[in-house]
């Protein structure tokens, strides 16, 4: 009989699916990404579209403290200056609920949020986060893009070198796709956070994109 190799050798897998039960896969010790490839509700979609089109800057961060599992995230004055428009509660209901899985499935207490349109590549270089897990979604625009595990040396991230050329072993996320990303700190996944880095985007070209950090 084979022995089993040691979850440190073992390489990292991704899974994607069209529900939100595929974001599970991330608490398997083999998965560094849970991809949810979902499609964005129309009103949801055009209000993001909507805000990018007004080329206004956008970047909030909130700490959000959470009693228990049920409680509601106080998302109260984020984006203020766009709750004129048509589909902003849509909006805010659809990050309600996100946090409130990412709180549920993770057992987080303390999530940190980011909310920002960008017009350009924030992290333009592949590399790993140094959190346990981190969720990513663009409402509009392009998504973020990754590398499988093996497709690039980790002890070159950051030099643009060594990244590949081939644009087939780039993988990218959809707009309105859901991915939750393994990061270094996650216990038992030291040396395997999944590599990935913001798209270059095209002048004019923007996105709108949210993040959830596990704090604690």
């Not at 089109?53 to 909030?60: G, K, M």
């Not at 909130?62 to 049920?70: H, R, S």
């Not at 409680?71 to 004129?84: I, K, W």
Request: with cysteine; hydrophobic share 45%; glycine share 10%.
């Amino acid at each position: 009989m084979l022995a089993l190799k040691p979850l440190q050798e073992r390489t990292r897998l991704h899974h994607q699916g069209p529900t939100p039960t595929t974001l599970a896969r991330i608490l398997d010790d083999d998965v560094n990404l849970a991809i949810w490839q979902r499609q964005l509700p129309v009103h949801i979609a055009d209000f993001a579209r909507l805000l990018l089109s007004l080329d206004e800057p956008l970047a909030e961060s909130l700490c959000l403290e959470l009693a228990d599992e049920d409680s509601e995230p106080d998302l109260a004055g984020l984006a203020a200056g766009f709750r004129d428009l048509e589909g902003y509660e849509g909006f805010i209901a659809d990050l309600k609920w996100l946090v409130g899985a990412f709180a549920c499935l993770l057992g987080a207490r303390r999530i940190g949020l980011r909310l920002r349109t960008l017009d350009k590549a924030m992290c333009p270089r592949f590399h790993v986060d140094h959190v346990p897990v981190r969720l990513i979604t663009t409402y509009a625009g392009v998504g973020s893009q990754w590398l499988e595990d093996g497709v690039m040396d980790r002890r070159q991230l950051g030099q643009a070198n060594a990244e590949p050329e081939d644009a087939a072993q780039i993988q990218q996320l959809g707009s309105g796709e859901v991915a939750l990303l393994k990061g270094e700190k996650w216990h038992g996944n030291e040396g395997f956070g999944l590599i990935h880095r913001s798209p270059q985007l095209a002048v004019g070209e923007r996105r709108l994109i949210v993040t959830l950090d596990w704090l604690g």
